[in-house]
């Protein structure tokens, strides 16, 4: 038996032994994701010990070195820990842009303390992170933003306003961009910092969309003390933990498009029925739906590929500009076509029987991924200049 072999069956079994049975089956909804933090809230115990177990193991991060409270695991083990995983059908136990975002930029560019302090509290679920990028004026031009740090010797002063900071309300800490050089060019003159949303002067107020809910604050900062050992990489350059940062938050974004969940054709035959031989009653949607889960399965190859490549250290950054748009497409597609297969009835807004409109709501939801983390339009440019090398683009 090989190594890898010998490390699946252990995996399995270890997995098949810890797993409790509420953390196996698709995650109905957001609210049910486990985000960790000093407030975390878990919708059942066995989901506060399925974070514990995998955080004390690193396999929250799994890929991410030991030293720092990660797995410590090879590209290939950890291939086979997400099959594993996927099996038994395992939900992933811990959110975190923590995680998805702030980890990877801070195993670049961050101190070693900075490292031991945040990596393994990140790993075990015990801080969550919200991020501090687009203002009022500054979104998709974020390197015109205007928060201000003013250096007071041994802290900063912050002042300004953040937009569109998903659960900053619930968020412990977070990771934000502020101006510390304003007379030198927009893209220079930005540090990346760090700070606790409970420090004197931060307030958040949360904004509604169209669905009726929304993860997203309005974020203030009001002569916000922030220390100088929280600044991360180099002082007036963090613009370049910034690009490196987005490029994993495109890829966090594009992986929704590897569709999770209850797979479209069983919610649509639950809603239409089917034919004389067993095949969804309704014959241009269930092309749709065929056509969908094609595209998905292609981009989850896609990404395992890109994974590899990242490891390597041979991916062009604008492969994550690629990833965030297909991924974005893919799952308002799903989405579209969940409407499509719930006819009048996916349109109920506030009724016991549609769960309070969540079909509607979720489809609603999705209009903002061509939006958020760069619009579909920023994507596009990026990947027409730095991918297709397009004259003019």
């Not at 974020?219 to 613009?239: A, C, H, I, P, S």
């Not at 940062?245 to 209850?262: C, F, K, Q, S, Y």
């Amino acid at each position: 038996m090989t190594d890898l072999e010998t490390f699946r069956a252990e995996t399995r079994a270890w997995l098949q032994e810890n797993c409790p049975p509420e953390c196996r089956g698709p995650i109905a909804s957001d609210e049910d994701r486990v985000w960790g933090g000093r407030n975390a809230e878990f919708r059942t115990p066995g989901h506060k010990l399925w974070m514990e177990r995998m955080g004390a193991r690193g396999w929250t991060a799994p890929e991410w070195p030991s030293e720092y409270g990660g797995g410590g695991l090879s590209r290939e083990e950890a291939k086979v820990l997400a099959s594993e995983m996927r099996r038994i059908d395992a939900q992933m136990p811990l959110s975190s842009f923590g995680i998805w975002m702030l980890g990877p930029a801070l195993l670049q560019f961050g101190t070693e303390e900075q490292k031991k302090r945040f990596l393994p509290e990140i790993v075990r679920g015990e801080i969550r992170w919200c991020q501090g990028y687009s203002e009022p004026g500054a979104g998709s031009d974020l390197a015109g933003l205007q928060t201000r740090a003013e250096d007071r010797g041994d802290h900063w002063i912050v002042n300004g306003q953040k937009i569109w900071t998903s659960y900053a309300d619930k968020a412990d800490w977070i990771f934000c961009l502020v101006r510390t050089d304003p007379d030198a060019p927009k893209h220079l003159g930005i540090s990346f910092v760090l700070f606790d949303m409970a420090t004197p002067g931060v307030t958040t107020k949360p904004i509604t969309l169209i669905s009726g809910k929304s993860p997203f604050c309005e974020t203030f900062f009001d002569d916000v003390r922030v220390e100088k050992e929280n600044l991360v990489g180099t002082l007036n350059r963090g613009w370049d933990v910034a690009k490196a940062l987005l490029a994993h938050e495109r890829t966090m974004i594009g992986a929704i498009g590897d569709v999770g969940g209850r797979p479209v054709g069983q919610v649509a035959t639950d809603a239409i029925g089917v034919d004389d031989e067993g095949r969804l009653d309704d014959a241009m949607l269930r092309a749709r739906i065929a056509e969908l889960e094609i595209d998905a399965a292609a981009f989850r190859l896609s990404m395992e590929r890109v994974g590899d490549q990242v490891k390597a250290r041979q991916v062009n950054p604008a492969i994550a500009s690629m990833l965030k748009y297909y991924g974005s497409e893919l799952n308002k597609r799903r989405h579209e076509l969940l409407m499509a297969a719930g006819g009048a009835d996916a349109l109920e807004w506030e009724s016991e029987r549609s769960d309070h409109g969540g079909a509607a709501r979720d489809w609603l939801r999705t209009k903002a991924n061509s939006i958020e983390g760069g619009t579909s339009e920023v994507q596009l440019n990026i990947i027409a200049k730095h991918l297709l090398q397009l004259p003019g683009a």
